[in-house]
């Protein structure tokens, strides 16, 4: 016999152990995942399969929160139809009629500064009657409606309205005038004849007082820019059948000045 065969062939090769320790390691693998396969895949198939896609759902949730805009849409809308049919209709009734309204009655005043037709406009000055009394009389009733100074044409014009009558006499025979004094030195300058006006009548007087009283109401339009300056006293005389009265309007004694062709009332 050779010398291998003098020793006896041992059954078991010098790595079985290695080997078989890694079969048994693999075993265990197998086993584990075996039932990792089994635990995770076959129990816990819907938590593996949706919890990775778990960032899948947050889509979900926008799409679910798209119901919140289309009531945000609605509410929009119905807001907005409403509003604007409102005040559309109301601005334009209010701005059409109101603007136009108020255009047509602006110039309608304007006109009313039309100057005074020259015919009705008194520039010159008559005398003092002779018979004219030094005092005045409390026989003569009068009223003064109105006094101003109109800008007729670039010249003053002083506008005088009111009443005045002898007690006891017929305004219809009757004749007025109104006097002008210069306050500074005191002497009456003359008299302007006044127009009666009897559509002006709206007093009542007593039946003794005198009759045809409506012809005692009057208006005088005159043209003092040609007086020279100074200080005017106003006061009212009338006459009646050869008799004169005459009496300032008030205790106040109007009057007014004249300076450069200008007329400015004081009293």
Same mark, same amino acid.
């Given at each position: 016999?050779?010398?291998?065969? %003098?020793?006896?062939?041992?059954?078991?090769?010098?790595?079985?152990?290695?080997?078989?320790?890694? +079969?048994?390691?693999?075993?265990?693998?197998?086993?584990?995942?075996?039932? *990792?396969?089994?635990?995770?895949?076959?129990?816990? %198939?819907?938590?593996?399969?949706?919890?990775? %896609?778990?960032?899948?759902?947050?889509?979900?949730?926008?799409?679910?929160?798209?119901?919140?805009?289309? @009531?945000?849409?609605?509410?929009?809308?119905?807001?907005?139809?409403?509003?604007?049919?409102?005040?559309?209709?109301? !601005?334009?009734?209010?701005?059409?009629?109101? !603007?136009?309204?108020?255009?047509?009655?602006?110039?309608? @005043?304007?006109?009313?500064?039309?100057?005074?037709?020259?015919?009705?406009?008194?520039?010159?000055?008559?005398?003092? !009657?002779?018979? *004219?009394?030094?005092?005045?009389?409390?026989?003569?009733?009068?009223?003064? %409606?109105?006094?101003?100074?109109?800008?007729?044409? &670039?010249?003053?014009?002083?506008?005088?309205?009111?009443?005045?009558?002898?007690?006891?006499?017929?305004?219809?025979?009757?004749?007025?005038?109104?006097? *002008?004094?210069?306050?500074?030195? &005191?002497?009456?300058?003359?008299?302007?004849?006044?127009?009666?006006?009897?559509?002006?009548?709206?007093?009542?007087?007593? /039946?003794?007082?005198?009759?045809?009283?409506?012809?005692? +109401?009057?208006?005088?339009?005159?043209?003092?820019?040609?007086?020279?300056?100074?200080?005017?006293?106003?006061?009212?005389?009338?006459?009646?059948?050869?008799?004169?009265?005459?009496?300032?309007?008030?205790?106040?004694?109007?009057? +007014?000045?004249?300076?450069?062709?200008? /007329?400015?009332?004081?009293?």
């Amino acid at each position: 016999m050779s010398r291998g065969y %003098k020793r006896r062939r041992s059954i078991f090769r010098a790595d079985a152990g290695r080997a078989f320790l890694r +079969f048994l390691i693999g075993m265990v693998l197998l086993v584990a995942l075996c039932a *990792l396969f089994y635990i995770f895949v076959l129990q816990g %198939k819907i938590n593996i399969e949706f919890a990775p %896609k778990t960032p899948t759902q947050e889509p979900v949730q926008t799409v679910a929160a798209e119901p919140t805009p289309q @009531p945000s849409v609605e509410a929009t809308a119905a807001p907005t139809a409403s509003p604007t049919s409102a005040p559309t209709a109301e !601005p334009t009734a209010v701005s059409t009629i109101e !603007p136009t309204a108020e255009a047509t009655a602006a110039p309608t @005043p304007e006109p009313t500064n039309t100057p005074i037709p020259s015919e009705e406009v008194a520039d010159s000055m008559e005398s003092v !009657p002779e018979n *004219l009394p030094e005092n005045t009389s409390d026989n003569l009733k009068l009223g003064l %409606k109105e006094l101003k100074v109109v800008d007729n044409a &670039g010249k003053s014009v002083i506008v005088v309205r009111g009443y005045a009558y002898i007690e006891g006499a017929d305004a219809a025979q009757s004749q007025g005038y109104i006097l *002008l004094t210069d306050a500074a030195s &005191g002497e009456m300058l003359g008299r302007y004849p006044v127009t009666p006006r009897p559509e002006d009548a709206d007093l009542a007087f007593e /039946a003794t007082s005198g009759s045809n009283l409506d012809q005692a +109401f009057f208006q005088l339009n005159v043209d003092v820019s040609s007086l020279y300056d100074g200080i005017y006293l106003i006061s009212m005389a009338v006459e009646n059948n050869g008799t004169s009265a005459w009496n300032y309007f008030d205790d106040s004694m109007f009057h +007014f000045y004249v300076m450069q062709g200008v /007329a400015v009332l004081s009293e």
